[in-house]
């Protein structure tokens, strides 16, 4: 068994990247098939269950968003300073430093 990461990693591989896609696939469907079928209802009680489960579906979706947006442009910085520090350190003609 593996520990649980307490931390994100700094990259994420394609298949984990299939995996959000799937997720936030699977979360705008939902919401879109709650938001018709709270339309077709006609009993308000059902109405109201099923828009506050399409809310939950949404809410859900812009949590993983924002997960992504906010990780990513962290991770892309961290990445373009990288690659500044190694066409610099080619360029002046020294050997290149190993990430930390």
């Not at 997720?23 to 209802?41: R, Y």
């Not at 939950?56 to 947006?69: E, P």
Request: charged share 10%.
């Amino acid at each position: 068994m593996q520990p649980i990461m307490m931390t994100p990693p700094q990259v994420i591989t394609t298949k984990d990247l299939l995996y959000l896609k799937d997720a936030l696939s699977w979360q705008l469907l939902a919401m879109k098939k709650c938001a018709h079928f709270a339309q077709e209802s006609t009993d308000p009680q059902v109405k109201q269950v099923i828009d506050q489960t399409g809310q939950m579906h949404q809410r859900h979706y812009n949590m993983l968003l924002r997960h992504l947006q906010t990780n990513n442009v962290q991770g892309m910085a961290g990445i373009s300073q990288s690659l500044q520090g190694q066409q610099q350190t080619q360029q002046s003609g020294q050997q290149p430093q190993p990430a930390q």
